[in-house]
């Protein structure tokens, strides 16, 4: 399970900030993701080919799920993709350039256990396992609004044959020490309140490998 309660946060003006600033009012609200899906925030299944299917997608053919959110002007933005990882399964692709210190995502779930408290650390894998939350990779302990460290647990699920939500993919994100990924490749951080930012400006097309960099 990752713990990001104790990275740090930028505070850098983004010029990608219109729509990057509909991803914040989603922060720790999976039913405000959910109401606005469709209308703020869509998965569009591309392909190479041309009429292929909106159900078969295949990612070994160099298919793509992209996330594409609405501006405030009304137009559809490309943001991230979902496709074949370097590393196995899938992984989460740039659609887009974005600066050093720009906002990615936001990692969010459904909520599997929420501290009594403010100030309370992440709980080890052994608590979770007492309150029936099994250890698991996407496990993610961060600090909710209120500052109580709270864990969610999204899937990374098939999405060819699984009904369960994508959210805003941040969950496929590959891990460099999860994935023994070498730490140069690193190029964006999950901080303590769940956003994903990069560690460095950011072209089309490049896979997000998340950790901390030395």
């Given at each position: ?31 405000f993701y ?81 501290a009594d ?98």
């Amino acid at each position: 399970m990752y713990d990001f309660s104790r990275t740090r946060v930028w505070d850098i003006f983004m010029p990608s900030r219109r729509l990057s600033s509909m991803i914040v009012q989603m922060h720790n609200h999976v039913e405000f993701y959910n109401s606005c899906y469709l209308e703020h925030y869509r998965w569009e299944h591309r392909a190479p080919e041309k009429d292929v299917p909106s159900d078969r997608i295949e990612f070994d053919r160099g298919h793509r799920l992209v996330l594409c959110i609405k501006d405030v002007l009304g137009a559809w933005q490309d943001w991230i993709y979902l496709s074949k990882s370097q590393f196995g399964g899938l992984g989460v692709f740039t659609a887009r350039e974005f600066p050093k210190g720009g906002l990615l995502g936001l990692y969010m779930g459904p909520e599997v256990w929420q501290a009594d408290a403010v100030g309370t650390p992440a709980p080890s894998a052994e608590l979770l396992e007492l309150h029936g939350v099994p250890d698991h990779v996407c496990n993610c302990a961060i600090r909710n609004a209120e500052g109580r460290m709270v864990v969610y647990c999204p899937q990374r699920v098939e999405p060819t044959n699984d009904p369960r939500p994508l959210y805003l993919g941040t969950h496929y994100i590959k891990g460099s020490e999860e994935q023994g990924i070498p730490s140069e490749r690193v190029n964006c951080e999950i901080v303590d309140d769940g956003k994903v930012f990069a560690y460095r400006p950011l072209k089309p097309d490049e896979e997000l490998i998340s950790g901390l960099l030395s």
